[in-house]
């Protein structure tokens, strides 16, 4: 059972351009969640999604930052028009479902995809 | 809102040696989880060990325990016999039901580094 698949692992993007950051979750699990990663520091939570639906995503910029989970294919984190203070890791985990029985299943982590901007 | 908090930035211990990083929360919640995850430099995200907050009894995994304090919301992770291979960054988190999302909050991290 594969894990939890990231995709580029390494990406350089000019400021300007748009970065689209790609996560597959392991099989069966329906909820994804971006994390953030700045040198040195922590994660910081951005966006939670169920597939079609975002839930929860109060730890994305309101600007240039979009993420989707179609019903088919990948989620996405897209970031539009990229700054030099978007350069971090940004790390994708899953979960298969949500509710109390959900906290026996901790997240899972992708190996993260680190933005690099020039 | 939930916060996790990591007070030491650094550690250093010898191999062998036994090792302890403090990690305090703040939530309203009564029932969460939290969760010690190493982060060695490939960036992987590994779970080492994991509570219930309804539990009273420690949790353990081999080398690693931890010291779960829920009245003074502390969560400490011991690491015994040090090994070189546990050297990383070492990460707390908690995972309650905040707004009806549930996510894991983490702290800032604190990088142990195990000397032969």
């Known amino acids: 059972n594969a894990g939890v698949m990231q995709n580029p692992r390494h990406l350089v993007r000019r400021r300007g351009q748009e970065a689209r950051l790609r996560c597959s979750p392991m099989?069966?699990?329906?909820?994804v969640y971006w994390y953030r990663q700045l040198p040195e520091e922590g994660l910081k939570f951005m966006v939670y999604?169920?597939?079609?639906?975002?839930?929860?995503e109060s730890g994305m910029p309101k600007e240039r930052f979009s993420a989707e989970f179609p019903k088919e294919g990948p989620s996405i984190l897209r970031i539009q028009q990229v700054v030099r203070g978007d350069s971090a890791a940004y790390f994708c985990?899953?979960?298969?479902?949500?509710?109390?029985?959900?906290?026996?299943?901790?997240?899972?982590f992708g190996n993260g995809t680190r933005l690099t901007v020039t | 809102a939930q916060t996790v908090t990591q007070s030491q930035p650094e550690m250093s211990v010898q191999e062998a040696e036994t090792v302890t990083l403090s990690c305090t929360y703040d939530?309203?919640?009564?029932?969460?989880?939290l969760f010690w995850y190493k982060q060695p430099p490939s960036r992987q995200m590994i779970l080492v060990i994991r509570?219930?907050?309804?539990?009273?009894q420690n949790a353990t995994e081999n080398r690693f325990s931890v010291n779960f304090q829920k009245a003074a919301k502390s969560f400490s992770l011991k690491i015994s016999d040090s090994q070189l291979g546990d050297t990383a960054m070492y990460f707390c988190?908690?995972?309650?039901?905040?707004?009806?999302?549930?996510?894991?909050?983490f702290g800032q991290g604190t990088r142990l580094t195990i000397n032969p």
């Open positions: 985990a899953s979960s298969p479902t949500v509710g109390v029985s959900s906290y026996n299943s901790p997240l899972h």
């Open positions: 099989k069966g699990h329906s909820h």
């Open positions: 999604l169920q597939k079609e639906n975002i839930i929860d």
């Open positions: 939530t309203s919640e009564n029932n969460y989880y």
């Open positions: 509570q219930e907050a309804y539990k009273q």
């Open positions: 988190a908690f995972m309650g039901t905040i707004g009806g999302a549930q996510k894991l909050v």
